[in-house]
Structure formats: C-alpha cells, structure tokens
T-cell receptor
Framework: EPEVTQTPSHQVTQMGQEVILRCVPI?????FYWYRQILGQKVEFLVS??????SEKSEIFDDQFSVERPDGSNFTLKIRSTKLEDSAMYFC?????WGLGSYNEQFFGPGTRLTVL | DAKTTQPPSMDCAEGRAANLPCNHS???????VYWYRQIHSQGPQYIIH???NNETNEMASLIITEDRKSSTLILPHATLRDTAVYYC???????????FGTGTSLTVIP
C-alpha cells in the first residue's frame, strides 16, 4: 500500500539554526500539506501546496517557514531560524484531490520530531 | 468551521463494538464529516468520511443522523490495536485543511 514517508524521524537542532524536513508524498497525489503537533496539543494545519504554489497557510506559517517541491518526488518544509517553540512533531500529508467530497482524504506520514535546544 | 464535540475518553472491551459519538450541530449542507485516528503520536490515519448517507469500509462504519447534527463511528470488533485518539472533523467548505480538535481517547481493554 502506498504511503507518505518522512525523513528524518528525529531532528535535533540548536536555536537559530535552519532545518529542512523532508517528505515523499504518495506518487499520484497532487496536493501536499504540512501540519504540526506540539507535545500534548492538537494537530495544527500549517500550509497546503499545489502546482508549485502555496494554496493556503495558517497564521503559524510565518516568514520563517517555507515549502518547496524541489523535484518530482520530494516535498520539503524549511524553518530558517528555529526557535524553542518550534519543537514539535511535523506531519506531512498528501491527497489526490482537493475540496469537499471523495478523493481528497489526506494521508499522513509518520512525522518528524523536531527538538530545538 | 463547524465545531465538533466528542467525549474526551471512552473504554471498550476487546471484541466488542466501539461506538464513538460526535456532535456537529452547526454543520453546513455541503460539509463532510471525516474521521481520523492517531495512535500514540503517529501520523493521523484516515478512517472514513461521509455526507448524508451511512458509510462502511473495511475499517469502520459511519452513521450520520438524518438532520446531520451528529454522527457515530462504529468499530465493529475492537482490538487492542484500535486504542488511539479518534478525531471527528467537519471539513470547512472554504479550504482544504483539516481542523483537528482534541478527539476521543479510546482505550480497548483486554
């Protein structure tokens, strides 16, 4: 069964450093997403991406964050200058379609645990 | 977005049906109800979704009331591996993101 994969599974970084989290979405999916979950809190939407453009973003997704699809398979989330409060589990997701209805269920990866020291 | 209300926790005996309720009294006519679950900080896993009619797949059944103000997710024969947090989500009709609430923590007891 196809699945979303994410690397690394755990990333430790120093405050102020840049990190790149990587995701390989399901191959025939066209829509890509990043969510995050701070320990003990809700899963929060960050950004959605389609056709090499950001479709939607939340207020969490400020100028410190960027996303990119550098090639035909990877989807990345970059945090330019990490803060302590960026420590969280980051989930990548992908979907075949968009909007309401069928074919747009989002499939999530296993997550990358980011720890900022 | 239509808010959902779920009980914070439930227990279910292994092998029995687990019935997880969700209230979404402000749901709009074209908004779908989705169910996801999250097993111990893993990525959320899609279970099922529906609009008006009851739905069934290999994982679960979804029963939506006629007025669409509430729904029930049914796991017909719960196993220990079904222990997870279950999220009932109503999709906003102006965007593609999912808004996860606090969900129901289901514990399947041997």
């Amino acid at each position: 069964e196809p699945e979303v994969t994410q690397t690394p599974s755990h990333q430790v970084t120093q405050m102020g450093q840049e990190v790149i989290l990587r995701c390989v979405p399901i191959s025939n999916h066209l829509y890509f997403y990043w969510y995050r979950q701070i320990l003990g809190q809700k899963v929060e939407f960050l950004v959605s991406f389609y056709n090499n453009e950001i479709s939607e973003k939340s207020e969490i997704f400020d100028d410190q964050f960027s996303v990119e699809r550098p090639d035909g398979s990877n989807f990345t989330l970059k945090i330019r200058s990490t803060k302590l409060e960026d420590s969280a589990m980051y989930f990548c997701a992908s979907s075949e379609g968009w909007g309401l209805g069928s074919y747009n269920e989002q499939f999530f990866g296993p997550g990358t645990r980011l720890t900022v020291l | 977005d239509a808010k959902t209300t779920q009980p914070p926790s439930m227990d279910c005996a292994e092998g029995r049906a687990a019935n997880l309720p969700c209230n979404h009294s402000t749901i709009s006519g074209n908004e779908y109800v989705y169910w996801y679950r999250q097993i111990h900080s893993q990525g959320p896993q899609y279970i099922i979704h529906g609009l008006k009619n009851n739905e069934t797949n290999e994982m679960a059944s979804l029963i939506i009331t006629e007025d669409r103000k509430s729904s029930t997710l049914i796991l017909p024969h719960a196993t220990l591996r079904d222990t997870a947090v279950y999220y009932c989500i109503v999709r906003v009709d102006t965007g593609n993101q999912f808004y996860f609430g606090t969900g129901t923590s289901l514990t399947v007891i041997p």
